[in-house]
C-alpha cells in the first residue's frame, strides 16, 4: 500500500515538473536596412520561396532558407508555401527532374541569415524576431506587421 502511494505521488510530481511546450516564435521576414522592399504579399513571398522570380525595386528577391527540420524552416514552410518538410522535399525534387530552378540555399543559424540578409543585394529569408539586428529590416506580410496579434508565421 505504501509503495503504491509513493509511486503514484512520483508519478504526479514527475508530471508536474514536465517543461511545458516551447511557445512558437514569430518568425519576421527580413531584409537589408534601408531596402525599398517594406511589404511583400503571401502569395508572391511563396512565389520566391518556390523558386519563381520575385522583383522589388527592379532587382530579383534571392531567397536564403533556415536549416531543414528546424522549427523555423517548418513553421515558415507550413505557413507560407503550405507544405510539410516531406512535400517541400518532394517539390524540390520533382523541380530539378524537370530541369527547373534550385532551391534556395539554406543558412546554418540566424546569425548567418542576419548577415547575408544584410549584406547579400536582394536577400531575403526570415528569423524569430528576438534575432533581429540593426541592419535588417522588417517586412510586412500582405500589410500586417509582425508586431501585429494577427500575424501568423511562427515557428513549429
Known sequence: MKI???LLFLVALVGLTRPAAAENKKLVVVVAKGSALTNISRADLKRVFTGDTVNADG?????FNANNNTPERTGFDKA???MSPDEVG???????VRGQSAAP?????SAHIAKVAAKFPGAISYLPADAL???IQAVSVDGVAYTDAKYNIVTE
Open 4 to 6: 503504491t502511494i509513493a
Open 59 to 63: 532587382k530579383p528577391l534571392v531567397p
Open 80 to 82: 507560407v508555401l503550405g
Open 90 to 96: 518532394r517539390y524540390w525534387v520533382d523541380r530539378k
Open 105 to 109: 540555399r539554406s543558412l546554418p543559424s
Open 133 to 135: 539586428t540593426s541592419d
